[in-house]
């Protein structure tokens, strides 16, 4: 394949827009959590665990973590759900080798009925209708008019990712296209994402592009009262402090789940309808790098079962930050290089060639944080080239770096996962 740059590439363009954070202190005097049952709801909940394309994205979702805290010093916020689905979607025209490193750094079921039944299946569930919250995600393919991709590749798409593909002239007119493209992705996130792709980063050897979008926005079960909402110390490190405006809830029907270890403290507030939910692990002393070294799917899953009922006293800072990620280097260090790689890859399934290789995989995101509740958005594009009487006595002072997750609760898919180092910026 040398000289291949000229019949093509793949480019992943992930954005996101996202999110609510909290912050939290214990008060050394707190007593041991009662053991009464979590705050829910009614609605039938299916088993955690169960869902093949869940394990993989929560799975990638520490592992991308991993990779990310090591270059990023400051804050952090992306969608693992949204890069799966783009990952997952290319994986399916993924040959050979090519197809062996996709699936061993995203975890994907190697049966293609699985794989392809479980992701139906969190389509659907997070694409309800008479839900009290916004969440919507959407898939779509934009092919070169005179371009032939695989049939059964495009059935694929169709059939579990549920996207249409349309027809489009990279070749003579890409602006157009790209503007097309970017208009559909401002749409579907509600226009969080503006200018997706940059100009320049298509052209005319453009054959394919992939997009998938993801959007959320939803009230807090019990909103922050916004006259109570000062201005406080964040410590982003020992000795360097920042103002931040800080959220408070010390009324009697501050209710929280709640849990809590020698080392961390765990909250999670619920969105209206009680099937999404924001979970922040607030370490103590400061001891954010811990924290990060020993978070695993199972202790997540250990501190979530621990989760009861009580009265907390919640602050959490308000805050509004973007970030954009280049993803080529971490993705090819989890073990997918020949995707990369022009004289390697083998994306055969989604034309019948080996022209195609993954040229750059991008991550923006954008996290604004109020009283009433969390506003969430992400896109990826993948382009083919050629508390008795007083307060309660627990504290949860969210002054100092943490980590949060936005969970479907029922099957515990995390769509956005995030740190907090200096809300002020």
């Known amino acids: 394949m040398n000289g291949m740059l000229l019949t093509g590439a793949i480019v992943v363009i992930i954005a996101v827009v996202a999110g609510i954070f909290f912050f939290r202190k214990r008060n050394p005097s707190i007593p041991s959590p009662t053991s009464t049952p979590p705050v829910t709801d009614d609605t039938e909940a299916a088993p955690q665990g169960n869902n093949s394309i869940v394990n993989a994205n929560n799975q990638f979702a520490l592992d991308f973590y991993s990779e990310l805290k090591e270059r990023e010093k400051g804050n952090i916020f992306f969608s693992p759900y949204s890069i799966a689905i783009a990952l997952a979607m290319t994986y399916e025209g993924a040959r050979g080798k090519t197809a062996e490193e996709i699936q061993s750094t995203f975890r994907f079921s190697k049966d293609d009925s699985t794989r392809g039944s479980s992701i139906a299946v969190i389509c659907n569930r997070l694409n309800q209708k008479d839900a009290k919250y916004k969440l919507h995600t959407a898939n779509a393919l934009w092919v070169q008019k005179d371009y032939q991709l695989r049939s059964e590749f495009l059935e694929i798409i169709e059939k579990y990712f549920f996207g249409k593909a349309t027809t489009v002239d ?221 307060f309660p006595n627990i504290w949860f002072l969210a002054n100092h770096p943490f980590l949060f997750l936005i969970q479907e609760r029922a099957t515990g898919i995390i769509l956005f996962i995030g740190r907090v180092v200096n809300p002020s910026v």
């Open 170 to 390: 990279f070749a003579g007119a890409v602006e157009e296209v790209r503007r097309t493209i970017n208009h559909w992705v401002e749409n579907q996130t509600n226009g969080k994402i503006k200018d997706f792709f940059p100009q320049g980063s298509l052209n005319s050897l453009s054959r394919l592009v992939l997009t998938s979008a993801i959007y959320f926005k939803g009230s807090w079960v019990k909103q922050f009262d916004k006259e109570k909402t000062t201005k406080k110390e964040f410590r982003v490190k020992p000795g360097f402090s920042v103002q931040v405006p800080m959220m408070c809830r010390t009324d009697k029907k501050a209710w929280c789940n709640y849990a809590e270890t020698k080392d961390l403290q765990v909250l999670e507030m619920l969105y209206e309808g009680q099937a999404l939910s924001m979970l922040i692990l607030l370490p103590e002393k400061d001891d954010l790098t811990s924290l990060e070294k020993t978070l695993t799917l199972k202790k997540l899953s250990q501190w979530k079962s621990a989760l009861r009922t009580e009265r907390v006293n919640v602050f959490l800072p308000k805050f509004t930050f973007n970030s954009r990620y280049s993803m080529n280097a971490e993705l090819k260090k989890m073990g997918m290089p020949s995707a990369f790689n022009p004289d390697a890859a083998d994306f055969s399934g989604i034309d019948g060639t080996k022209n195609l290789f993954i040229g750059t995989v991008i991550h923006q995101a954008f996290v604004d944080v109020n009283e009433e509740g969390t506003e969430a958005a992400a896109a990826t594009g993948v382009a083919l080239t050629g508390s008795a009487g007083g």
